[in-house]
């Protein structure tokens, strides 16, 4: 089945040492996005690529990275993780049709960060 | 901005009743996508139903189904004959022509025997 996939599920890291996840998807969508989600609340996005165009939110911290190396796979970076960087992340895909027509995205299962 | 609103952080309902979320939102867009996104303690984010705005006909997938009042800026979710496995996070989200997707606070379900 086509799908996006993350790993690690859980990662444990130590303050202020670098931190990497990673999502990779086989339905081939142009479109990849990282969200960071704290419990119980509503999805943030970090950034996306359209393709290879990087796209980073205005209130994005420069501790967060991303690299996009090639259309199946994306990473997010953390520099230097601090305690309120602990959240689940997700990555997302979405297919934008040449038209302009937008298709909705498809959620990885998530990657829960713990920063001790 | 635009802006999405739960009013509802929670909600129950009896297995095989019928329950409706709420959502509002802020756009003076005119062309955009509404959805509704359910998020099961497993934490994997799924599409149940999705409206184009420019589309009078309310959408509706099995046993959900929208409320869409495009005047109103409302578009609610029905879901009829609950089942314990609806249990979830429901976001209520918003896209216009850009990239972004605004989600909404959430509302949690719970679904009693």
């Known amino acids: 089945d086509a799908m996006v996939i993350q790993n690690p599920r859980y990662q444990v890291t130590q303050f202020g040492k670098p931190v990497t996840l990673s999502c990779s998807q086989t339905l081939n969508h142009n479109v990849m996005y990282w969200y960071q989600q704290k419990s119980s609340q509503a999805p943030k996005l970090l950034f996306h690529?359209?393709?290879?165009?990087?796209?980073n939110e205005a209130d994005t911290p420069d501790n967060f990275q991303s690299r996009r190396p090639n259309t199946s796979f994306c990473f997010l970076d953390i520099r230097s993780p601090g305690l309120g960087d602990a959240a689940m992340y997700l990555c997302?895909?979405?297919?934008?049709?040449?038209?302009?027509?937008?298709?909705?995205?498809?959620f990885g299962p998530g990657t829960r960060l713990t920063v001790l | 901005a635009q802006t999405v609103t739960q009013s509802q952080p929670e909600m129950s309902v009896q297995e095989a009743e019928t329950v409706t979320l709420s959502c509002t939102y802020d756009?003076?867009?005119?062309?955009?996508?509404l959805f509704w996104y359910k998020q099961p303690p497993s934490r994997q984010m799924i599409l149940v139903i999705r409206q184009e705005a420019y589309k009078q006909q309310n959408a509706t997938e099995n046993r959900f189904s929208v409320n869409f009042q495009k005047a109103a800026k409302s578009f609610s979710l029905k879901i009829s004959d609950s089942q314990l496995g609806d249990a979830a996070m429901y976001f209520c989200?918003?896209?216009?022509?850009?990239?972004?997707?605004?989600f909404g606070a959430g509302t949690r379900l719970f679904v009693k025997a």
């Open positions: 997302a895909t979405s297919r934008r049709t040449s038209g302009g027509a937008w298709n909705e995205q498809f």
């Open positions: 989200a918003y896209r216009s022509g850009g990239f972004k997707t605004i």
């Open positions: 690529y359209y393709d290879k165009d990087f796209n």
């Open positions: 756009t003076s867009e005119s062309d955009y996508y």
